[in-house]
């Protein structure tokens, strides 16, 4: 059982200058991590750039942990890109519009490894 | 080397029309002034998806273009339940081409609207938008509030261009003159630069827009001590500002339209610039994402009646978010088929639905390979706007532009790419008839 967040998706420079180049490496550096306060940092006990799983009702997916000040506590931040959309559900309410944001999940720091788009991609076929 | 000036910016919602750029030998080989990074970024280019490819046995075979489309339009003609999707990230030309691609097959034509502003369409419709162009911002406004939105990231050149930043006729003096409000759940560098910083609570926009309601038209007695985790105290500032602008600007991004109340957090948030002009002049712009979804809106709407989601096989078009909107034509898992151009559901879809649009038969126009390449069963590569091919777009502010093309390319544009599906598509269908 993992530590209760509330996850929101966003756009970051370094995710829109690669928007024509999602294959590449720093795509990947940038998109496949969560934003965290430094407490729940230290409530997970994980440091920069180890590995966390986020679950949702919909998915779950391993992403590295960053410590962000000025993330409020209990708020877990994905930029948007399959990472994050893996954790989203398609019930638009009558709206068109998925829930990116305010999704309830869970996150616990795990060994396993981030995927690649490629095998995250995988995952769908 | 030649050096071109005036060139427009196909990435975001800005448009941005004073770049400079340097070619050489058919290249773009630099971005001398007026791009943000990451419209710097799509100039100078990015790896290609470089032949056109048909998926044999789970791999990805290149083709010609002939086949290529021949397997499209076999692919399309045969579906009964076509869903082609995108059309943001390129020009009007290709979109109008794209409304008849889907009324000669009976299709539903969404946009990235869907998954972005579709619910701001929503609430325009339902209340309509006092808003303006952005140089009329630019030119007047002394007090802006971001609300949901981090142009300092997703719209980098925004508040240099047109907003907190700029100098216009009536604000030469830039942003020592103006006030900078920002309104969203977590500090981000758009806040840092902010004279007021709301941090409010996940998903208590609608609460904040309602208090701010309550407060512009007098009732402040309403209004409890805290209110979405952001004090009266702080309501009441902003009210005040708000109160004092000579010309006030609210834009306003995802943060509102991905949350809770969807439509209505901007039904509310237009309400609340209504309640402004009780007290001066007030204005209000969704943050558009990419550079043409405002345009697919438009020739959408012109050609059909509608702006997005839009079913086109009962004979006439019939218009239903939520019911039509590809996400949930995906969910229902209702579609046979899909179009997907100019656009990455691959990357953008909650996974939920990339799970059905991973199964169908998918046809992919874009020039640059992404997650959506993975599992598409038909590639063609494109020219891209903006850099080898000109085309008109709009503005986040529904201003039309014009695209230029900088270089020559060796792939052919979007709408070229379509009026050979369209025509070949047309002539199975004249064979069938026979």
């Known amino acids: 059982m993992g530590t209760k967040v509330n996850l929101i998706s966003g756009r970051t420079t370094v995710q829109g200058r690669n928007l024509d180049s999602k294959m590449s490496e720093e795509y990947f550096e940038e998109v496949a ?21 986020v679950r949702t009702s919909y998915g779950e997916v391993v992403v590295k942990a960053k410590e962000v000040a000025g993330t409020p506590e209990g708020l877990v931040f994905i930029p948007m890109g399959p990472w994050a959309n893996a954790l989203v559900s398609g019930d638009t309410h009558g709206a068109g519009m998925p829930s990116y944001k305010g999704i309830d999940a869970e996150i616990e720091k795990t060994g396993d490894k981030v995927l690649h788009v490629k095998e995250l991609m995988q995952t769908y076929m | 080397m030649v050096e071109i000036t005036d060139v427009v910016c196909s990435l975001c919602g800005c448009v941005c029309d004073d ?134 990231e997703a719209h980098a050149n925004h508040m240099k261009r047109y907003s907190y930043v700029s100098k216009g006729f009536w604000t030469e003096e830039g942003k020592k003159a103006k006030k900078l409000v920002v309104v969203d759940v977590r500090a981000t560098k758009t806040s840092k630069m902010a004279d007021v910083f709301l941090q409010l609570e996940q998903g208590k926009d609608y609460l904040v827009f309602s208090a701010l309601r309550a407060i512009l038209y007098g009732h402040e007695e309403v209004v409890p001590d805290e209110v979405g985790g952001v ?68 020739v959408c709407t012109w050609e059909t009646g509608f702006p997005f989601a839009v079913d086109l096989s009962r004979g006439y078009a019939w218009y239903n978010p939520g019911e039509l909107s590809a996400t949930d034509l995906l969910i229902r898992q209702e579609c046979d088929a899909a179009l997907i151009i100019a656009s990455d559901p691959g990357a953008h879809f909650p996974g939920e639905s990339i799970k059905h649009l991973a199964k169908i038969p998918v046809i992919q126009i874009d020039p640059f390979p992404n997650p959506t390449t993975e599992f598409a069963d038909v590639v063609f590569p494109a020219a891209v706007s903006g850099v080898e091919a000109a085309g008109n777009v709009y503005r986040m502010d529904n201003i039309p532009i014009r695209l230029r093309k900088l270089i020559d390319s060796e792939y052919p544009e979007d709408e070229a790419i379509l009026k050979r599906i369209l025509d070949e598509v047309r002539a199975i269908k004249e064979k069938e008839d026979k």
């Open chain 1, 33 to 53: 991590r969560c934003d965290l306060n430094k407490a729940d940092m230290e409530k997970l006990g994980v440091a920069a750039d180890e590995s966390v799983k």
């Open chain 2, 231 to 298: 004090s009266k105290k702080d309501l009441l500032e902003t009210a005040e500002m708000m109160k004092g602008a000579k010309f006030g600007a609210t834009f306003f991004g995802m943060g509102v339209t991905h949350t809770g109340a969807r439509q209505n957090n901007i039904v509310n948030a237009i309400q609340m610039t209504r309640a402004a002009h009780t007290h001066t002049k007030f204005t209000i712009t969704p943050m558009r994402g990419h550079y043409n979804v405002a345009g697919i809106n438009q």
């Open chain 2, 19 to 152: 770049i400079t750029v340097e070619v050489e030998d058919n290249k773009v080989t630099k971005v001398k002034r007026g791009a943000c990074s990451v419209g710097k970024s799509k100039l100078m280019g990015h790896n290609r998806i470089k032949s056109p490819a048909i998926r044999v046995n789970g791999e990805l075979k290149d083709c010609s273009y002939d086949e290529a489309i021949k397997k499209a339009a076999e692919i399309l003609a045969a579906s009964r339940r076509p869903l082609l999707y995108g059309w943001s990230s390129t020009v009007c030309e290709a979109d109008k081409v794209g409304v008849e691609l889907s009324e000669e097959l009976g299709a539903v034509i969404d946009n990235t609207a869907s998954v972005c502003h579709g619910p701001s369409v929503l609430a325009i419709q339902d209340v309509g938008l006092p808003s303006c162009t952005l140089g009329e911002v630019k030119n007047r406004a002394d007090v802006i509030i971001y609300w949901g939105a981090n142009p300092a």
